[in-house]
C-alpha cells in the first residue's frame, strides 16, 4: 500500500501522475475522516498529489458510504462525514448540550436565511419589533451568521448572511435547501414590499440608546 | 372584569377567555405585530382570508382593556392602535374625493401580508429547529487530527477580537476625528481670519502669543504652527496699514497693536 | 431524513430481537466514529440494542476498512477509527502552537482594515502608541496585511492594506462590509459586553498589558 507512494522516484514523468482513482479516493476520506470541519473541493486539491480529481473520488467515496453508519455530505463548499442521523438515539454520550435560544433569536436565524443577505431594519420590519443588543451578537458568536455584502441603498447599511457552520449544524447542502423555501418565495412572502404609506414601524430604539447613538455619531468617519 | 369593552356580541365565551389570557400574558409578546397574529387566530381563518376590520377591533379592544387594567404597554403598542384606529375609519367610511394616500384596502392587505409573513417565518423557524441537528442527531468525527501546513504557528483572532479592539480604540476618550493629520497644523489663512477682528481692540502693544488660540498654546508641534501662522498674518496685517509691529531685540516678544491713523 | 428519527426507543426494541447484524456493524460504525476516545467492547455492548454482539460487528467493521484509507484500530482495550499510517503525509502533523494575537497586533489589524491604504504614521496617531515592527511584521507574515500603494505625500510613505487571506479568515467578502461603530453598538458588541481586561481609561496602556507584550513592543514608547 504504501509502495505506491514511493513509485513517483522511478521516473520524472511519474511526478506528474496522478495516483490511480481508487488510490485518490482513500485519500480523500481519510482527509475527511480526520477533520471535524467541512474540506472544501480546493483544499482538497491543495492536498492531493498533484494531478489528482477530488470531485471524481468524491463521488465514488459518497456512493460507498450510501447507508453506512457514516455519511458523506456535503455542506456548502464543503465536504464532511457525519453520523448518520437514524444513529442519533446510540451518541447521547457525544450530544452536546445546545444552548436554549430564544425565540426572538431562533426568528432571527430564520428571517435572516430565508431572507438573506438581510440587513437589520429588514428584520425588523419582519418581525415587527427591534432586534434587541445581544441577539445578533449571539449568533455571531455561534457562527452561524456573518455580515454579507453592504447594501447598495442610502447609508449602504450591512447585512447578515448564514454560514457554513450553520448550514452544516442544520443539515443543510446549501442554503437553497432551506425547507420550503419554494414555496416561499412562490407565495411571494419572501419579498420585502414598502408599506403604502406611514405604518407603524418596528419599535423606535430606547430614547436612551438615541442619545448614546446620537454621541457616537460624532466619531463616525 | 370590564366584558363589555369587548364586544361581546361579536365574541363567544372562549374567545373573550382567549383574549383575557392575552392581558395577562402582555409580556410575552413580541411586539405588536406578534400579538396581531395571535388575535387573527381566534378567528379560526385561514391568514389570508382574515378580517383585518375585525382584527383592527379585536387589537384595540384589547388595549382598551390593558388601560382599563392599567397595564403599562410600550409606545409601539400604542401607535399600532392609533394606526389601527385610523384604518379601520379608512375601512368603514368611504374615501373622501381628493383623499391623499393609500386606500383602506390597501393598508389592510399590507397589514395581512405582514402577518402572513411573519406567521411564515415563525413556521419556517420551527421547521429549521426540528431539522436534524448536529450535535444531536447527528456527529462529527469525535477525534479530529489536526491538519496543519508546516510553516504554521497559528494566531488566534474572530472577527468580534478585530471589531471589539476597533470599538476600543474609537472610543477612547482622546479620541478625536482622524484627519490626515491636520491637526497640528494652523493656515495663515486661519490666523488672519481670526486675527482681523481681534485688532480693532488692541490699542496697547500686545504679546503675539496672546492671539493664539485657544488650545494651541501647550502642545509644541501645535504652538509652533500657531505662531508661525500669526506672525506671518501679522506680517500682512501690517502691510495692509492696519497694525503695527515692534520687537525691542533678537528673541524678546514680538509686540503688535492697531495702527495709529 | 427527519423521518428515520421515528425509530422505536432502545428500551422497547430490546423486548424484540437485537438488530440485524449489518445494522449493528452500522451502529458500531456510528459511535466509533463520533467518540473522541477508543470505545471499549463492554461500552458498546452498552450502547447497542440489547442482544448486540458488538465483538461480531467489529470483525466485520474491521474487514470492511481493511486497505481503506481510514482503518479500525486498537488501542488499549479499546477500538477506534485511524486514518491509514500510509497517508499520514495528508495530515502534515506538525506541532501547531495557536496563540492569542497580541492587543498590539489585533488593534493595528483593524486599524488597517478600517482605514486601508494606511500608513504607519496614521495607524499610530489614531492608536496613540508607537507601532513596532515585529507587529507589522507578524501581521504581514500571516498574510493578513500587504503592502498598498506608495502614498503621495512628502516621504512617499508605503500604505498597508489587508489581504484576500484577511478577507477569508475573517469571513468577510469585502473589507468595506466591515460594520461601522454604529452598527457595532446596535449589534450589542459595543456596551453590552465590555471587552476582557475593560476600557482602557484615557490615553493610559494598562501597565501589566505592555509589560505582558514586552518583547515584540520593545520599540513602543
Same mark, same amino acid.
Given at each position: 500500500? $504504501?509502495?505506491?507512494?514511493?513509485?513517483?522516484?522511478?521516473?520524472?514523468?511519474?511526478?506528474?501522475?496522478?495516483?490511480?482513482?481508487?488510490?485518490?479516493?482513500?485519500?480523500?476520506?481519510?482527509?475527511?475522516?480526520?477533520?471535524?470541519?467541512?474540506?472544501?473541493?480546493?483544499?482538497?486539491?491543495?492536498?492531493? &498529489?498533484?494531478?489528482?480529481?477530488?470531485?471524481?473520488?468524491?463521488?465514488?467515496?459518497?456512493?460507498?458510504?450510501?447507508?453506512?453508519?457514516?455519511?458523506?455530505?456535503?455542506?456548502?463548499?464543503?465536504?464532511?462525514?457525519?453520523?448518520? &442521523?437514524?444513529?442519533?438515539?446510540?451518541?447521547?454520550?457525544?450530544?452536546?448540550?445546545?444552548?436554549?435560544?430564544?425565540?426572538?433569536?431562533?426568528?432571527?436565524?430564520?428571517?435572516?436565511?430565508?431572507?438573506?443577505?438581510?440587513?437589520?431594519?429588514?428584520?425588523?420590519?419582519?418581525?415587527?419589533? $427591534?432586534?434587541?443588543?445581544?441577539?445578533?451578537?449571539?449568533?455571531?458568536?455561534?457562527?452561524?451568521?456573518?455580515?454579507?455584502?453592504?447594501?447598495?441603498?442610502?447609508?449602504?447599511?450591512?447585512?447578515?448572511?448564514?454560514?457554513?457552520?450553520?448550514?452544516?449544524?442544520?443539515?443543510?447542502?446549501?442554503?437553497?435547501?432551506?425547507?420550503?423555501?419554494?414555496?416561499?418565495?412562490?407565495?411571494?412572502?419572501?419579498?420585502?414590499?414598502?408599506?403604502?404609506?406611514?405604518? &407603524?414601524? &418596528?419599535?423606535?430604539?430606547?430614547?436612551?440608546?438615541?442619545?448614546?447613538?446620537?454621541?457616537?455619531?460624532?466619531?463616525?468617519? | 372584569? /370590564?366584558?363589555?369593552?369587548?364586544?361581546?356580541?361579536?365574541?363567544?365565551?372562549?374567545?373573550?377567555?382567549? /383574549?383575557?389570557?392575552?392581558?395577562?400574558?402582555?409580556?410575552?409578546?413580541?411586539?405588536?405585530?406578534?400579538?396581531?397574529?395571535?388575535?387573527?387566530?381566534?378567528?379560526?381563518?385561514?391568514?389570508?382570508?382574515?378580517?383585518?376590520?375585525?382584527?383592527?377591533?379585536?387589537?384595540?379592544?384589547?388595549?382598551?382593556?390593558?388601560?382599563?387594567?392599567?397595564?403599562?404597554?410600550?409606545?409601539?403598542?400604542?401607535?399600532?392602535?392609533?394606526?389601527?384606529?385610523?384604518?379601520?375609519?379608512?375601512?368603514?367610511?368611504?374615501?373622501?374625493?381628493?383623499?391623499?394616500?393609500?386606500?383602506? #384596502? #390597501?393598508?389592510?392587505?399590507?397589514?395581512?401580508?405582514?402577518?402572513?409573513?411573519? /406567521?411564515?417565518?415563525?413556521?419556517?423557524?420551527?421547521?429549521?429547529?426540528?431539522?436534524?441537528?448536529?450535535?444531536?442527531?447527528?456527529?462529527?468525527?469525535?477525534?479530529?487530527?489536526?491538519?496543519?501546513?508546516?510553516?504554521?504557528?497559528?494566531?488566534?483572532?474572530?472577527?468580534?477580537?478585530?471589531?471589539?479592539?476597533?470599538?476600543?480604540?474609537?472610543?477612547?476618550?482622546?479620541?478625536?476625528?482622524?484627519?490626515?493629520?491636520?491637526?497640528?497644523?494652523?493656515?495663515?489663512?486661519?490666523?488672519?481670519?481670526?486675527?482681523?477682528?481681534?485688532?480693532?481692540?488692541?490699542?496697547?502693544?500686545?504679546?503675539?502669543?496672546?492671539?493664539?488660540? #485657544?488650545?494651541?498654546?501647550?502642545?509644541?508641534?501645535?504652538?509652533?504652527?500657531?505662531?508661525?501662522?500669526?506672525?506671518?498674518?501679522?506680517?500682512?496685517?501690517?502691510?495692509?496699514?492696519?497694525?503695527?509691529?515692534?520687537?525691542?531685540?533678537?528673541?524678546?516678544?514680538?509686540?503688535?497693536?492697531?495702527?495709529?491713523?
Amino acid at each position: 500500500m $504504501s509502495d505506491e507512494m514511493e513509485q513517483p522516484e522511478t521516473g520524472e514523468e511519474s511526478l506528474f501522475d496522478a495516483p490511480p482513482m481508487g488510490e485518490q479516493e482513500r485519500m480523500v476520506e481519510a482527509v475527511l475522516f480526520a477533520s471535524a470541519e467541512p474540506v472544501s473541493v480546493a483544499e482538497l486539491a491543495e492536498r492531493l &498529489p498533484h494531478g489528482s480529481d477530488p470531485a471524481e473520488a468524491l463521488v465514488h467515496l459518497r456512493k460507498r458510504y450510501e447507508g453506512r453508519g457514516v455519511r458523506l455530505v456535503r455542506v456548502g463548499d464543503g465536504w464532511a462525514m457525519r453520523t448518520a &442521523p437514524d444513529l442519533g438515539f446510540l451518541m447521547q454520550k457525544e450530544s452536546v448540550e445546545t444552548r436554549k435560544l430564544s425565540r426572538a433569536a431562533i426568528e432571527t436565524l430564520a428571517i435572516i436565511a430565508y431572507h438573506q443577505p438581510v440587513t437589520r431594519a429588514e428584520i425588523e420590519e419582519i418581525r415587527g419589533v $427591534s432586534v434587541s443588543r445581544g441577539t445578533i451578537d449571539l449568533l455571531i458568536e455561534m457562527e452561524w451568521i456573518r455580515f454579507g455584502r453592504r447594501r447598495m441603498t442610502p447609508g449602504r447599511p450591512v447585512t447578515f448572511v448564514v454560514t457554513q457552520e450553520f448550514l452544516d449544524h442544520f443539515g443543510l447542502e446549501s442554503a437553497r435547501d432551506l425547507p420550503g423555501l419554494k414555496e416561499l418565495r412562490a407565495a411571494g412572502l419572501l419579498e420585502s414590499r414598502p408599506p403604502p404609506g406611514a405604518m &407603524p414601524g &418596528p419599535g423606535t430604539e430606547e430614547p436612551e440608546e438615541e442619545a448614546r447613538e446620537g454621541q457616537s455619531e460624532l466619531f463616525e468617519d | 372584569m /370590564a366584558e363589555d369593552d369587548f364586544r361581546s356580541d361579536a365574541l363567544s365565551v372562549s374567545e373573550r377567555l382567549a /383574549a383575557e389570557a392575552l392581558i395577562v400574558d402582555v409580556d410575552g409578546f413580541e411586539g405588536p405585530l406578534d400579538l396581531l397574529l395571535t388575535l387573527s387566530r381566534t378567528q379560526k381563518v385561514d391568514l389570508r382570508r382574515v378580517s383585518v376590520l375585525q382584527l383592527a377591533e379585536q387589537y384595540l379592544a384589547f388595549i382598551e382593556k390593558a388601560r382599563h387594567l392599567r397595564i403599562e404597554l410600550a409606545a409601539d403598542y400604542l401607535v399600532m392602535a392609533a394606526w389601527l384606529a385610523f384604518l379601520k375609519s379608512r375601512l368603514l367610511l368611504p374615501p373622501e374625493p381628493g383623499d391623499e394616500g393609500p386606500s383602506g #384596502e #390597501e393598508m389592510a392587505a399590507h397589514l395581512a401580508f405582514q402577518l402572513e409573513r411573519l /406567521a411564515a417565518m415563525r413556521e419556517a423557524a420551527a421547521r429549521l429547529m426540528a431539522r436534524d441537528r448536529k450535535g444531536r442527531d447527528f456527529f462529527a468525527r469525535g477525534a479530529p487530527e489536526t491538519v496543519t501546513r508546516k510553516r504554521e504557528v497559528r494566531y488566534q483572532a474572530t472577527l468580534l477580537d478585530l471589531m471589539q479592539a476597533y470599538a476600543r480604540i474609537r472610543t477612547r476618550d482622546e479620541f478625536r476625528p482622524f484627519v490626515m493629520d491636520r491637526e497640528a497644523i494652523m493656515t495663515m489663512e486661519q490666523a488672519l481670519e481670526r486675527m482681523r477682528p481681534l485688532i480693532g481692540y488692541a490699542g496697547e502693544w500686545t504679546d503675539l502669543t496672546a492671539y493664539l488660540p #485657544e488650545g494651541w498654546q501647550r502642545d509644541p508641534a501645535r504652538r509652533r504652527s500657531a505662531m508661525a501662522a500669526s506672525f506671518a498674518a501679522s506680517l500682512e496685517l501690517a502691510r495692509a496699514g492696519l497694525i503695527e509691529i515692534e520687537q525691542r531685540e533678537t528673541f524678546a516678544p514680538i509686540r503688535i497693536r492697531k495702527a495709529r491713523q
